[in-house]
């Protein structure tokens, strides 16, 4: 009877939100249409392909430097309040590891904006524009060393402050390692961070793909964005039911 009740209760918000998502639907669907009337009479997609073709080194540059500058600054921020510790304030190891995890989380946006970067800038190849390959080719590589190298820092830095972690980011067995030398609480964590990402992942496919779908009325790039998004939250969604069910299972350890 709890449950009826709870779905009588929801099942109207629900109606109102689906009625809301069609109209809005429905009204960007009709502006996307126009739109596209428009970016295809004036050719403006080649345009601003070529746009971000001829501004991908650049873009891939100052992108980089100012990632893994701050990156750079906060791990050696973090590095002297751990030099410096007296062994007492646990504040300043509380901040110390803030400052490590915002940079990890730099030196990966690096490396994803990198690969944006090399993807627009080598789609002009097929034209006959194989000069630019070789100096983006050379600053790909040297960004994604780079990055490379700052998170190795990183982790060894998180090693010398609890010295119980253990694994290497150049061992394809880095994460089962890092998650064995964790302690429960930090299990904990990263479970209720797992779900969270988890989440509002699911959530952004969904939107991304809507976003995508209405987009292709403009832009007319097929249906491969799209369904590589679809791809990408079926895996999400599988992967994480699989680990689940199999965490779930009676005396099944979580290890």
């Known amino acids: 009877m709890k449950q009826k009740s709870e779905n009588q209760k929801a099942l109207p918000k629900f109606f109102k939100l689906l009625a809301v998502?069609?109209?809005?639907?429905?009204?960007?669907?009709?502006?996307?249409s126009v739109a596209g009337y428009f970016w295809q009479e004036h050719d403006l997609g080649a345009a601003f392909a070529r746009m971000l073709n001829a501004g991908s080194l650049w873009g891939m540059l100052v992108c980089s430097a100012v990632l893994l500058g701050i990156g750079l600054r906060?791990?050696?921020?973090?590095?002297?309040?751990f030099r410096s510790w007296d062994g007492e304030d646990e504040t300043v190891m509380e901040q110390a590891d803030e400052q490590l995890s915002?940079?990890?989380?730099l030196e990966n946006l690096t490396m994803i904006v990198s690969f944006f970067c090399f993807s627009v800038g080598t789609a002009g190849i097929a034209d006959g524009q194989l000069r630019?390959?070789?100096?983006?080719?050379?600053l790909f590589i040297a960004v994604l060393a780079l990055a490379?190298?700052?998170?190795?820092?990183?982790?060894?830095l998180v090693k010398e402050m609890n010295p119980e972690k253990k694994g290497s980011i150049y061992d394809e067995k880095?994460?089962?390692?890092?998650?064995?030398?964790c302690d429960e609480a930090e299990r904990r964590q990263i479970g209720?961070?797992?779900?969270?990402?988890?989440?509002?992942?699911?959530?952004f496919c969904a939107y991304f793909w809507g976003a995508l779908f209405l987009g292709n009325m403009i832009f007319d790039y097929g249906f491969l964005p799209g369904a590589a998004v679809l791809v990408v939250?079926?895996?999400l969604i599988v992967s994480y039911t699989r680990e689940a069910v199999r965490l779930g299972r009676r005396g099944q350890r979580t290890e």
Do not use: H
């Open 21 to 32: 998502a069609g109209l809005i639907g429905g009204v960007l669907g009709s502006l996307s």
């Open 74 to 81: 906060l791990y050696r921020s973090a590095r002297n309040a």
């Open 102 to 105: 915002w940079a990890m989380m």
């Open 132 to 138: 630019r390959l070789v100096p983006l080719l050379v």
């Open 148 to 156: 490379v190298l700052l998170q190795q820092k990183t982790v060894d």
């Open 174 to 181: 880095f994460q089962k390692l890092w998650w064995e030398s």
């Open 192 to 203: 209720q961070a797992s779900y969270k990402a988890c989440s509002t992942a699911s959530k």
């Open 233 to 235: 939250w079926g895996v």
